[in-house]
């Protein structure tokens, strides 16, 4: 049974900093692409990073430069570091493995403030 259980969110004021973490089981960790997705209201959910087996990373143009995405295949356990959030960051952010089936975490807000 594969299980996401995201964690780390709240609020925080605009400039500031969270980090998420996303802890797996249920899966081969080491060998699956690991991403984070977020969904603003209103708005369709968004890829925000996600890291390959291989360390390869890929980010949104829009967290490029401020957000870094990581991983600890010891602890099967991802990671998303924001510095310097925006208002425009709030939003609700998944964990999500593509192992045969999408699996998805249940998600962690995260609120910036102006």
């Known amino acids: 049974q594969v299980q996401l259980v995201e964690s780390g969110g709240g609020l925080v004021q605009a400039g500031g900093s969270l980090r998420l973490s996303c802890a797996a089981s249920?899966?081969?960790?080491?060998?699956?692409?690991m991403s984070w997705y977020r969904q603003a209201p209103g708005k369709q959910r968004e890829l925000v990073a996600d890291?390959?087996?291989?360390?390869?990373?890929n980010y949104v143009d829009s967290v490029k430069g401020r957000f870094t995405i990581s991983r600890d295949n010891a602890k099967n356990t991802v990671y998303l570091q924001m510095n310097s959030l925006k208002p425009e960051d709030t939003a609700v952010y998944y964990c999500?493995?593509?192992?045969?089936?999408?699996?998805w975490g249940q998600g962690t807000q995260v609120t910036v403030s102006s």
């Open positions: 999500k493995v593509l192992a045969v089936f999408p699996y």
């Open positions: 249920g899966i081969k960790f080491r060998i699956n692409t």
């Open positions: 890291i390959n087996s291989g360390g390869t990373i």
